[in-house]
């Protein structure tokens, strides 16, 4: 009777360490298929911003910034919901393809809203268009106005000596240049207008590229230095400044968030060996 309890026993604990193995073991995978998803919503005249991304099993959600991009933490198998006021509601569901692309740019659809009847509340209007031009009322005022700022008349292409009514009224001349009184006096004086212009672009690019790095991680965020790209904190601007002369500024600029992100990706691989190399 004994045994036979004892025995009862390590089974049950058996299966008890087998139910808690599976449990952690389906957590793990949940948490292994999160990733980052990122795409930009645009539809038939522009980008569409403020626009509602929600996913539906997890019930978290986004919205999209001024340019259209956004991103969302996402598992394969989840359904997105884009929606805006503008637009109609469209429905994505997370395939194996994106999920390994982690790209997803969703094309919006315009709302159209139709009156189906128009109420006139007025007491001297019948509700027929017909009817009612004939009893309103003409308003010679306006019409009046009409003709006398009609210029369909005036011939545009004669050229005018002044715009004074009379030649023998017409008003002096005055010379407004500011450096007029230098003519003549051993050459013209200019003032280096282009050179200050220069001056304060290149004043504005300088700034940019200072506060380029701070910007790129706020836009992005550190999840994605870390998480995605595997870049230690320590090494956030030092990787920055090995992929500047790829041109990522200028992507950043033209707001092509896209190549940005899969190029930031192709050259986290290379970086990575590299200053495993020197650390060996």
């Known amino acids: 009777m004994y045994f036979y309890s004892v ?13 808690i193995l599976i449990i952690f073991s389906s957590t793990l995978l949940a948490q ?49 919901q884009f ?8 429905y994505r569901v997370i395939n194996n393809f994106i999920y390994r692309s982690e790209i997803l740019d969703v094309f919006m ?37 009409k003709n006398t700022m009609d210029l369909s008349s005036v011939n545009m292409n004669i050229i005018y000596d002044g715009d004074y009514i009379d030649q023998r009224v017409r ?27 220069r001056l304060w672009s290149l004043r504005r690019d300088l700034k940019f590229r200072e506060n380029f790095p701070k910007m790129l991680l706020s ?10 790209l595997k870049i230690p904190r320590e090494k956030y601007y030092s990787f920055l400044e090995y992929c500047n002369p790829l041109g990522i500024e200028n992507l950043f600029k033209q707001n092509r968030k896209i190549e940005l992100i899969n190029m930031l990706k192709k050259e986290s691989i290379t970086y990575l060996l590299l200053i495993n190399k020197k650390e060996e």
């Open 219 to 228: 836009e992005f965020g550190e999840p994605f230095f870390e998480n995605d």
């Open 109 to 145: 659809i315009n709302s159209r809203y139709e009156l189906d009847e128009v109420v006139l509340k007025r007491n001297d209007l019948d509700g027929f268009l017909s009817l009612d031009l004939k009893k309103t009322p003409e308003d010679r005022r306006a019409e009046a106005l």
């Open 32 to 80: 292994k298929n999160k990733f980052w998803l990122y795409g930009k919503l645009k539809d038939s005249s522009s980008v569409v911003k403020n626009a509602n991304i929600i996913n539906l099993k997890t019930n978290k959600g986004t919205f999209s910034n001024d340019f259209g991009d956004y991103k969302i933490v996402v598992s394969e198998g989840d359904t997105l």
């Open 171 to 197: 008003p002096p001349m005055n010379n407004v240049d500011p450096i007029a009184m230098f003519a003549g006096a051993g050459g013209g004086v200019s003032i280096p207008f282009k050179y200050s212009e």
């Open 83 to 90: 929606s805006s006021v503008q637009h109609k509601t469209i």
């Open 7 to 19: 025995t009862i026993l390590s089974n049950l604990k058996t299966e008890i360490s087998l139910f």
